[in-house]
């Protein structure tokens, strides 16, 4: 059982390049969400997922997309690297419940340069 | 719209003091708070989950209160110790039937020192 996994680790891109983030979950959650944590900050949310082929916008949705073709992955896309987009990504995964208590993935660090 | 903040924004201490961590929220309309512990280079750890009808939570030497009216959480970690040196989040969960997604704090910073 290895919980919330994040691919890749570490990334570094150049302004105006794409890439995709890939957040796996084992533990047949329904909801699934993507944080950015920058320096001195806490972390806010960008999109997430109530289920299966759903998504919604969190706070900080500009310059992102996201997909859950699956319900065990959730995908976040950035189609055009910014600077302002270098940041710690962290997924995290829940299901309703009493707590709806969420489980993260160890972050992916995105250097944009 | 939720804001929570964590004072102070660092701390060092000796070890084996006990100290107190603490964090507000401006809506005291929330599902529950979680503290969170985040080592450097690291994903964030579940300490503890207050529902918002219970007034603190205890795992160990830590103890976590929950004072929804006043918008206030603390969280206290008795003798302390040089591993309990990391990051500490504060985060609510809101109402929102939706999404149920969490609003967090900026940390505090803490060092144990032996």
């Known amino acids: 059982n290895a919980g919330v996994t994040q691919t890749p680790k570490f990334r570094v891109l150049k302004t105006g390049q794409s890439m995709t983030l890939l957040c796996a979950q084992d533990?047949?959650?329904?909801?699934m969400y993507w944080y950015r944590q920058d320096p001195g900050m806490g972390l806010r949310l960008i999109h997430y997922?109530?289920?299966?082929?759903?998504?919604a916008k969190g706070e900080v949705p500009d310059g992102y997309n996201v997909s859950r073709l699956k319900k065990q992955n959730f995908l976040l896309g950035l189609e055009s690297a910014a600077p302002s987009q270098t940041s710690v990504y962290f997924c995290?995964?829940?299901?309703?419940?009493?707590?709806?208590?969420?489980?993260f993935g160890p972050g992916t660090r995105l250097t944009v340069t | 719209k939720q804001e929570v903040t964590q004072i102070p924004a660092a701390l060092s201490v000796p070890e084996g003091e006990n100290l107190v961590l603490n964090c507000s929220f401006t809506?005291?309309?929330?599902?529950?708070l979680q503290w969170f512990r985040q080592d450097p280079g690291k994903g964030l750890t579940s300490l503890l989950l207050?529902?918002?009808?219970?007034r603190e939570q205890t795992s160990g030497r830590l103890n976590a209160s929950l004072d929804k009216s006043s918008g206030r959480s603390t969280l206290y970690i008795a003798a302390s110790q040089p591993g309990d040196s990391a990051t500490y989040l504060c985060?609510?969960?809101?109402?929102?039937?939706?999404?149920?997604?969490?609003?967090f704090g900026s940390g505090t910073r803490l060092q144990v020192q032996p």
């Open positions: 997922s109530v289920g299966e082929g759903t998504t």
């Open positions: 207050i529902q918002s009808s219970q």
């Open positions: 533990m047949n959650h329904e909801y």
């Open positions: 985060a609510v969960r809101g109402l929102d039937t939706g999404r149920r997604a969490l609003t």
């Open positions: 809506d005291s309309a929330i599902y529950n």
């Open positions: 995290a995964s829940g299901k309703p419940g009493s707590s709806y208590e969420q489980y």
